[in-house]
T-cell receptor, first 114, second 115 residues
Framework: GNSVTQMEGPVTLSEEAFLTINCTYT??????LFWYVQYPGEGLQLLLK?????DKGSNKGFEATYRKETTSFHLEKGSVQVSDSAVYFC?????????????FGAGTRLFVKA | DVKVTQSSRYLVKRTGEKVFLECVQD?????MFWYRQDPGLGLRLIYF???????EKGDIPEGYSVSREKKERFSLILESASTNQTSMYLC??????????????FGAGSRLTVL
């Protein structure tokens, strides 16, 4: 079946450091890939997405490229801010009976220090 | 502003009680989902629904049931709550699309503690 694996946290960085959070997936079809972010006390919200191989999703300085050859969708940001402290979830959406089903990785908590 | 609203942010229940978690969306979305979120496990899909009065089991349906009598409302039911159902429950919705870019809109979550 489909699955998503992401690097364990927590990840602790200083402000303006470079961020990478690794994500790999297993899928039988041609899934769409997502990064969702959860700020403290809130539900998840979409950060970025990519729907086919070699697509790059980007938002708020974050980027991720859909790499079919390595089945990866790593999240990167060149210079993190304290306000980026949150939990980040990698996810894939694939067709299931009747519609699309989304499954998530375990989440990676990011702490950014001033 | 589009919203998914979960009726209770925090609940404390006793073992054996029947628990209802309500979720309402105002976006006219066809799809609705219930996940539970546990540390180190991420989000796991309990049940989902693609249309009124229909439901599909997710990855961990045991001990849960759902009801979707109206398009905008999707309820999660714990028939007899147990301590291992203590968790954060997240409701989400999405528009029905023929492509895979099925973006979920989440509610703020309902934290359930079963004593």
């Amino acid at each position: 079946g489909n699955s998503v694996t992401q690097m364990e946290g927590p990840v602790t960085l200083s402000e303006e450091a470079f961020l990478t959070i690794n994500c790999t997936y297993t899928a039988t079809g041609y899934p769409s890939l997502f990064w969702y972010v959860q700020y403290p006390g809130e539900g998840l919200q979409l950060l970025l997405k990519a729907t086919k191989a070699d697509d790059k999703g980007s938002n708020k300085g974050f980027e991720a490229t859909y790499r079919k050859e390595t089945t990866s969708f790593h999240l990167e940001k060149g210079s993190v801010q304290v306000s980026d402290s949150a939990v980040y979830f990698c996810a894939l959406s694939d067709y299931n009976t009747g519609g699309f089903k989304t499954i998530f990785g375990a989440g990676t908590r990011l702490f950014v220090k001033a | 502003d589009v919203k998914v609203t979960q009726s209770s942010r925090y609940l404390v229940k006793r073992t054996g009680e029947k628990v209802f978690l309500e979720c309402v969306q105002d976006m006219d979305h066809e799809n609705m989902f219930w996940y539970r979120q546990d540390p180190g496990l991420g989000l796991r899909l309990i049940y989902f629904s693609y249309d009124v009065k229909m439901k599909e089991k997710g990855d961990i349906p045991e001990g849960y049931s759902v009801s979707r009598e109206k398009k905008e409302r999707f309820s999660l039911i714990l028939e007899s709550a147990s301590t291992n159902q203590t968790s954060m429950y997240l409701c989400a919705s999405s528009v029905q699309k023929s492509s895979g870019a099925n973006v979920l809109t989440f509610g703020a979550g309902s934290r359930l503690t079963v004593l």
